[in-house]
């Protein structure tokens, strides 16, 4: 019975890691990510990201790279994107 | 995936396993439920509401609805002499504004989008309703509060004053609103302990609300306003202890009854019930006959207060428990349980 | 390229190969707005094989969650959830002597399977509790979130009598099956109807789905299989309670409790009025009475 109104993180802070790629699929609020391996990723959008889910689509029609960052869920296969940015191609 | 540790993989809690896998019916906890269940895993799906959060707000929320409720009757019944009581009045409503509206957006999920709450007004959903409820006693307790404060700083100006007078009565029945919405919210869903009687909750939650109220304005109180608020707020807690039987006979013909059998009836029973009703009732009772001694007066308002308190939050817990058991879920939907003629309020 | 007009308000859409109303070929009906639409799923034919969880998961970008073994048969799911909108059950029925029984007679009845999902109630009790307007009756009568509306109050989750709908922690909205609104849109049929390799889970037209139940529990009878009955059809278990009737209904053959199923749900709804008069008129007594008391001669 923990006196919960403080939101804490009890396992500790979760370090904010970064990825780029295209936006291939878009559902709601969750997108897959296609990396520059070719490795496909899922992202949930966190209730605290400043991205709507509306404003997913566009991205996914232009096929739009991005960075995310993001951290990674337990007990999921997928990790919950905090900020998505539009990045660009780095030079070959 | 090759980044992640074994340890954020798999979920925190593992679930309870069968004694063995052809033993689909785990059998239920309790003797009065000796159907199948589903390897012992929940059939409904608990309430996510932080019960301390919204136990507060929906306590905090009846005691602002009563004190408007209770100030405006005293303004009419004593006039000049109610007057400080009528001025705290006005302070205690002004708590569901700031403190419980605060309350309630901190435990939405999204909650930069809790001005979603005001899109219609839904007559099924009392959490339509109650934030319409909210908004309009806010309002009127808001600019009642304000008028009246500026009427004591600049006298000259009458329309302060009947501002003030006027935003009463549509705060008081805004109030009435706020001590009993609640009830009918958390009724109006599948978890089994709240649904199984929601008539009795809902004057249990709305007495002990005015309780509350009375006990609140009467603090510190002396003379003869302080001794009819007591009355009150025995009268309250009398019908409060009545409601409170209702629901249990009630909790105990439809099967839900040993949801409060765990910590949290316990906590209902001795916390909410005990030192929270029957305790207040009887130090009334003798202060009163004692020509209203104040110190028993105030333990009596102090107990009311905190176990109005815990009856909204141990009421929240144990409902929570209910949805999580499957044997108090299946025995509750039940054919018997159905309701013996429909509702006449809906036609569809 | 013949697109069908509300296809093409998803800019998704924009395939060159697409066939127009593939539900007609995959599931011999037409998908046309203002029609009532659902599911028919028969557990008689269900083997388990969750090939509509994955291809929920697949069509709707699901997270794979629940990661590890529950030994509970073959079901690893557990229950529906915010990233689980289809669910298949798994019971294996103990014989005489503790063990499931060998010799079993034929329709499932040694070891049960039904692939559970959002009832889509025609008197929907988290449509009815929602505050902000986000769920709502699409054009297929079909209940739906608008994620972008939802605030993750969280009060539907308690609403839904068959505990479906649940809020995500991860994103704070609430989730459940769409019955493939976008597909619905396209006219394609929903994604779990589609993969269902057995057809245990029929897609159409309610009605029509309907009278096809009635025939095959009739069927059903005749083969000797007694204990067959519908769960959701108007007039039959699931559908009580002024729930009206579910447009997602079960053929079964077994207890509801066994299926985790409630057999006798109520609509919440109609206890918002009882609740709220009495609770109202008791503060109008109480109210009443302190006036006489703060005004009586002390």
Redesign the interface.
Known sequence: MAFPLLRVQLSGPVAMRTMEGVVT????????LTDDDGVSH?F?????AAV???QL??L??HQARVRVHYTP?R????F?AHSVERSEMPAA | MSERLASE???QE??R??P??????APGRSAHWD?????G?????????NNWVVGAYIFIGGLSGAAA??SA??D???GHE?APVVRRGRFLSMLAPTLGTSLLIY?????Q??Y??L??V????????G?WILVSFSAFSALGTLAAEAARWMPRFPWLRRTARATQLPA?VAG??M???T???L?????PL??AA??????R???SS?AAG?AALALGNTG?MG???D??AL??LA?ELA?TCVSHNTYRRTGVAPALNGEWGKVEKLGATGLGTLLPMGLYAVSLARGRSPMLSTLAGLATLAGSATLRVSIMAAGDES?NR?DV??RF???R???KR??R??R? | MDMPARAAE???SRLDRMIPNESELTAGVRIEPGKSYGFFTDTTLCIGCKACEVACKE??????????L????Y?NT??LSA?SWRHV??????GAC???DNTQAPFQSGWLMMSDVCKHCH?A?CL???????LFRTEFDTVVVQ?????????C?????????????????A?KCTLCY?RLKGGLEPACAKACPTDSIQFGELEDLQERAEKRVAQLHELGAANAYLYGAPGS?GA???L?HLNAFFLLTD?P????????????????????G???A???G??L???A????R?
């Open positions: 699929i878009v559902q709601e609020g969750r997108f897959q899922l949930l959008l966190s209730h605290r709507e889910p509306d689509p566009p996914q029609h869920a007990n999921l296969i997928g919950v | 993989l798999g979920p593992q679930p396993v069968p063995s896998a052809s033993q689909a019916s159907g199948p269940t589903y390897y895993r929940p059939q409904l799906k608990a309430a996510p509401f409720l209770l009757i005293a009419r019944a004593r109610a435990d939405l999920h999204t909650p989008r809790f979603n709450m899109r219609l839904k007559g099924t959903s009392p959490m339509s309703l934030s008081a009435a609103g001590t009993t919405y009830a009918a919210l009724s109006a869903t599948s978890t709240w649904a929601p008539q009795s909750m809902a004057v939650f709305g007495s005015l009375a003869r001794r009819t608020l009355k009150v009268l309250a019908a409601a949805a499957p879920s299946f939907t039940q054919p349980n159905l309701p429909r509702s309020w809906f569809r | 998803e800019p998704q069509w709707n970008n699901l997270p794979a969650d629940n990661i590890g529950t030994g509970q048969s079901d557990g229950a990233n059950n798994f019971i294996e029925k103990a503790g063990v499931r008197n009790p009815e509790a929602c505050p902000t307007g986000a994620q972008d509306i939802c605030n993750g109050c969280g009060y989750v308690p609403a839904c009598p068959f505990g479906v709908v649940d809020l995500s922690e991860l994103d704070g909205k989730h976008d278990p009580t309670g002024d009206g207890r409790e066994t299926y985790n199923l409630p057999p006798a749900p109520t609509r919440a709804a109609n206890r918002v009025a009882p609740s709220l009495t609770g109202l008791a503060m109008a109480l109210a009475a302190a006036f008391i703060l005004s009586g002390d």
